[in-house]
C-alpha cells in the first residue's frame, strides 16, 4: 500500500515563501512520476508542479512559474515543493500526488494521494 504522507503548510503572509514535503512509503519513488495539485474553497482541484519519474524534469504551470520550484530525492522517498513569492491566490490545500510510470499533471493520471495540507496567505 502506497502511501504519501504530505507537511509544511501553515500560514504566511504575502511575500513569504513555505516549503512542503511529501514522504513516499510503500514502494520505492523512482518509478513514479511525482506532483503538487492545488484546490482552492469551491473550485477544481488543479496541478501546480510536477516532476517525471525518468528524467527528473519539472514542469510548472503559469501561474507559479519563477516562484515554485519542485524537487525530489528517490532516496529519501521525498518530493518537496518550495513556494516563494507567496500570494493571497495560493491559498489552498496542497496535495502531494503519485503516478506510476507516467506524470502526475493531471487529476486521472494519478494512482496515490495525500491527504494534503492547507496553506493559507494572508494580504
Known amino acids: 500500500q502506497v502511501q504519501l504522507v504530505e507537511s509544511g503548510g501553515g500560514l504566511t503572509q504575502a511575500g513569504g515563501s513555505l516549503r512542503l514535503s511529501c514522504v513516499v512509503s510503500g514502494d520505492s519513488m523512482s518509478t513514479y512520476g511525482m506532483g503538487w495539485f492545488r484546490q482552492a474553497p469551491g473550485k477544481e482541484r488543479e496541478s501546480v508542479a510536477d516532476v517525471t519519474w525518468s528524467a527528473g524534469i519539472p514542469y510548472y504551470v503559469d501561474s507559479v512559474k519563477g516562484r515554485f520550484t519542485i524537487s525530489r530525492d528517490n532516496v529519501k522517498n521525498t518530493v518537496w515543493l518550495q513556494m516563494n513569492s507567496l500570494k493571497p491566490d495560493d491559498t489552498a490545500v496542497y496535495y502531494c500526488?503519485?503516478?506510476?510510470?507516467?506524470?502526475?499533471?493531471?487529476?486521472?493520471?494519478?494512482?496515490?494521494w495525500g491527504k494534503g495540507t492547507l496553506v493559507t496567505v494572508s494580504s
Open positions: 500526488a503519485a503516478s506510476h510510470l507516467g506524470r502526475a499533471t493531471r487529476v486521472g493520471s494519478v494512482d496515490y
